[in-house]
T-cell receptor, first 114, second 117 residues
């Protein structure tokens, strides 16, 4: 069965430090990949998406992600974290049989130290 | 352009009551999706609707749950005879189109947090 794994439940970084959030997926074909951010009590905001083409994707708020087919990964990065980035981050993949059916990872909660 | 609207934001029901959750998609979007998020988990797909049609309800429990997206008005997710296990956040998303063989970006609403006492 298809799945999305976010191995880190919590990550704490200092403000200004770099960030990498991991995402691995199991999928039989070229996937559609997404990163969403959820602030407490809020809905999900799309950070970036990968459908095809350049494997390094730029998103909003200074985030980027790189699709690596050989590693089945789509890790999210940011060179310098701001306190306002503290939130929960979800990686998602479009289902192989029904691409509209997003399969989400369990999320990574980011804490930012002042 | 307003985003996806959901109401109510918070809903409290006693066991056995009915819960009705509403979702208004973004302007120009004709595809609506409902997801459920249990505490400490990611979102799980429930149902995909277009205007007046249920396209895929494979993620929806067979009993007590129903969804509709009428020609006029918001999409409604209805849960009859709620139980404590229905307590969760229910998110609606919308997209403008589904091109053949592909997908389109889903934009999410703020969610409805259902608490069953």
């Amino acid at each position: 069965a298809q799945s999305v794994t976010q191995p880190d439940i919590h990550i704490t970084v200092s403000e200004g430090a770099s960030l990498e959030l991991r995402c691995n997926y199991s999928y039989g074909a070229t996937p559609y990949l997404f990163w969403y951010v959820q602030s407490p009590g809020q809905g999900l905001q799309l950070l970036l998406k990968y459908f095809s083409g350049d494997t390094l994707v730029q998103g909003i708020k200074g985030f980027e992600a790189e699709f690596k087919r050989s590693q089945s990964s789509f890790n999210l990065r940011k060179p310098s974290v701001h306190w306002s980035d503290a939130a929960e981050y979800f990686c998602a993949v479009g289902s192989m049989d029904s691409s509209y059916k997003l399969i989400f990872g369990s999320g990574t909660r980011l804490l930012v130290r002042p | 352009n307003a985003g996806v609207m959901q109401n109510p934001r918070h809903l409290v029901r006693r066991r056995g009551q009915e819960a009705r959750l509403r979702c208004s998609p973004m302007k120009g979007h004709s595809h609506v999706y409902w997801y459920r998020q249990l505490p400490e988990e990611g979102l799980k797909f429930m149902v995909y609707l277009q205007k007046e049609n249920i396209i895929d309800e494979s993620g929806m429990p067979k009993e007590r749950f129903s969804a509709e997206f009428p020609k006029e008005g918001p999409s409604i997710l209805r849960i009859q005879q709620v139980v404590r296990g229905d307590s969760a956040a229910y998110f609606c998303a919308s997209s403008p189109r589904q091109f053949p063989g592909g997908t389109d970006t889903q934009y999410f609403g703020p969610g409805t947090r259902l608490t069953v006492l």
